[in-house]
């Protein structure tokens, strides 16, 4: 299954495109997955991405779309994140260390903690690519 949804670039379209994601989602998986695990797991991470590129990407530039791409493979999952900021280097990103008490920067360590792979392509087709990748374990039977 392959869906997408462009979307202002706007945070109260936010729970817009968790509905389209999580939607999607439970028509393809049905109750084949712990749905309140992965529901929150995929929420945070859409947050952060999204919002990112509001805050960051398109700042200057709010009338850009945003726009986020599905494609679920079995059980495998890959979401697309696509601005048309300036994009990011990701080579100068060093993690925030706690006895700095930073307050930005947490992102890309949340996102890759909660996924399994996360890549970050600069100016392909025209924009920037977030790409976030995930295999679902199948819901554990109840005792």
């Known amino acids: 299954m392959k869906t997408e949804l462009q979307v202002p670039s706007d945070i109260r379209f936010l729970t817009i495109v968790e509905n389209w994601l999580l939607s999607s989602l439970e028509v393809e998986l049905g109750d084949h997955v712990d749905w309140p695990r992965q529901s929150n797991r995929f929420r945070l991470v859409l947050a952060e991405a999204y919002s990112n590129v509001i805050r960051h990407a ?3 530039k709010p009338h850009l779309p945003v726009m986020v791409r599905l494609e679920l493979e079995e ?11 300036t994009g ?3 080579d100068n990103y060093n993690p925030p260390k ?3 008490k930073q307050e930005n920067g947490y992102g890309w360590l949340i996102m890759n903690r909660l996924m399994d792979r996360v890549d970050y392509s600069l100016q392909i087709e025209g924009g920037n690519c977030l790409k976030l990748q995930a295999s679902l374990p199948d819901k554990t039977p109840k005792a």
Request: charge should be negative.
């Open 58 to 60: 398109h700042r200057d």
């Open 75 to 85: 059980r495998d999952i890959s979401l697309e994140i696509w601005d048309h900021g």
């Open 88 to 90: 990011y280097e990701i």
């Open 98 to 100: 706690p006895e700095d």
